[in-house]
């Protein structure tokens, strides 16, 4: 059966693979990176002082695949790819592929990509740094509050000029395994967009939509007059203090808060004498005690032993209650205000800013760059992948990302059972060593090796440890009701003494009884007793 599962297994890495070839004949890929060679010559790493990180040719955990890895925590690292021609994501679809792999896991850091925008912006690859234009950024951060696979746009403004970051918004949250995962952005021609997460998709979004991006790409057709000020006479006051009101006459203002229980009465036995506290009389003064160096000696202080028994001690006082006539400050109630405007808002005028937009006005992508700011290290870059085709994508997926996750998986559900087991053998072992202690209580002794017999039997096979704590409650409590409710008195029967027998030398009966007695405790089998 397994032979014919690695047998079907194959003829469908084989059929993928020929799929596969089939789409990059149509030269579908643009770009296409397995880092199986090194990256040196390939790959340029930047000079700027700020990027000390160093960047490796390693292999993923557990597998002969490699990639391009953060080797150290806490350090900046930027590095970029230089294409061979820039991509124009204005025609058809564009899909933006990569893997990742946090072996380490990711509390604070990025292992997102940046597709840059030409070098004529104002970048060059030895100086790649955070401040390089590009294009889309986009995969995975999580640090903090941050938890999500970023798809951040950088689009001009026709009219202005400027250039604008719009943040996809409810961006879908990043994997929090130690997993290789695949994450692919689909730029459709319809002006929609796709986050998958591992062949899955997250997030759809239109690029034209206020909904989904922030700030939306196309502004709002009227802006607030940033001229326009507030009127000097302009309320904003929904409600006001009537000034008709006039405070009652018997409204005292000086009322306190609270007053004294005059209806209170000392409780009798009230110590008035005594004080809560006094010298303890078992102190002494220490022998190494000196009164001129030390000053006078004073024995400390403890609770009153008077006091406990008595309702108290020291002077009584009536105790506080609240203030029947106390009202506070008096204010006017509040009435509508007949003058009353509403907040005031600038207002609107045409946005010098505004445009109409059919499609996005991408700019081309150049070049590749990793530009990220970690404290985890053992991130793993792989398989890094432009296509015109979606399916290219897919193929892709299928063949280089899928079988590592299915060993991966697997590999992470066996740990993770085993850890399981670890922790439920751990907690039978202290239920077993309470057990015991329990057996060796006085109150079960008639029942002791009948407990002793079902708990030897649980340790031998573990999945019977609760049957066994049940069955040792059902003792407990048949024990508990026959000790609370009773049982009917047996009659005394007085036997009469048996006639010894010494015939043919053997021993009187008594003594057989004994020697029966020793050969049954011997026969019985020795319980293990726990005394920790």
């Known amino acids: 059966m397994m032979i014919m599962k690695r047998y079907a297994l194959l003829l469908l890495l084989a059929f993928a693979s020929l799929q596969l070839l089939c789409f ?29 990180g160093v960047w490796k040719h390693s292999k ?30 204005k025609d058809g679809t564009t899909v933006l592929q990569f893997e990742t792999r946090l072996q380490g896991g990711l509390e604070c850091g990025g292992a997102y990509l940046k597709y840059l925008s030409p070098q004529d912006a104002g970048w060059k690859p030895k100086e790649f740094d955070n401040e390089s234009p590009y294009s889309i950024m986009f995969g995975p951060d999580k640090c903090g509050a941050t938890n999500k696979v970023h798809f951040i746009l950088k689009h001009k ?13 409810y961006p879908p949250s990043v994997p929090s395994d130690k997993l290789t995962h695949v994450y692919t952005a689909i730029l459709k021609p319809d002006n929609e967009v796709s986050i998958l997460i591992d ?4 997030k759809k979004a239109s690029f034209l939509s206020a909904e989904d991006f922030e700030p939306p790409l196309i502004p709002s057709k009227t802006i607030p007059d940033p001229d326009d000020k507030k009127p000097e006479d302009w309320d904003e006051r929904a409600k006001i203090p009537d000034p008709d009101a006039v405070k009652p006459e018997d409204w005292d203002e000086d009322a306190p808060m609270e007053i004294e229980d005059e209806e209170a009465v ?17 102190a002494t003064k220490p022998e190494d005690w000196d009164d001129e160096e030390d000053g006078e000696w004073e024995a400390p202080k403890i609770e009153n032993p008077k006091c406990e028994i008595a309702p ?13 006539a106390y009202k506070g400050k008096w204010s006017p109630p509040l009435i509508d205000n007949p003058s009353y405007k509403g907040i005031w808002k600038p207002q609107e005028i045409p946005n010098p800013s505004y445009f109409e937009l059919e499609k996005p006005d991408f700019d081309p992508i150049a070049a590749i760059g990793i530009e990220i700011w970690t404290m985890q290290d053992g991130i793993l870059f792989d398989n890094i992948l432009i296509a015109k085709n979606d399916k290219v994508a897919e193929s892709y997926r299928e063949t280089t990302w899928k079988p590592k996750f299915e060993v991966e998986k697997e590999k992470q559900k066996a740990e993770d059972e085993a850890a399981d087991s670890a922790r439920l053998a751990g907690f039978q072992r202290k239920v077993f060593d309470v057990l015991y202690k329990v057996a060796d209580t006085p109150f079960l002794s008639k029942y002791k090796h009948q407990i002793l017999d079902l708990i030897e039997h649980a340790e031998t096979q573990p999945n019977l440890t609760i049957g066994v704590l049940v069955s040792i409650v059902v003792i407990i409590l048949t024990i508990f009701f026959k000790l609370i409710f009773g049982g009917k008195k047996q009659p005394r029967v007085e036997k009469k003494p048996e006639v010894a027998e010494t ?9 057989k009884a004994e020697e029966a007695e020793k050969e049954e405790a011997a026969a019985a089998p020795r319980r293990r007793r726990r005394d920790n």
């Open 503 to 511: 015939s043919n030398g053997e021993g009187s009966s008594g003594e």
């Open 199 to 202: 062949g899955e998709e997250k």
């Open 266 to 282: 000392k409780p009798e036995g009230w110590l008035d004498d005594e004080p809560d506290e006094i010298d303890d009389p078992e």
């Open 60 to 89: 993923s955990e557990g597998h002969d695949d490699y990639g391009l890895l953060v080797s150290e925590m806490a350090k900046k690292y930027a590095i970029v790819k230089e294409l061979d021609e820039a991509v124009n994501l």
């Open 312 to 324: 108290g001690c020291g002077e009584w006082k009536r105790p506080m209650k609240r203030n029947p």
């Open 157 to 169: 403004n026709p009219k202005s000029g400027e250039y604008i970051e719009h943040h996809l918004k």
């Open 24 to 52: 990059a004949a149509d030269d579908d890929v643009v770009f296409y990176d397995s880092f199986e060679e090194s990256f040196d010559g390939r790959w340029i790493v930047s000079d700027k002082d700020d990027y000390k």
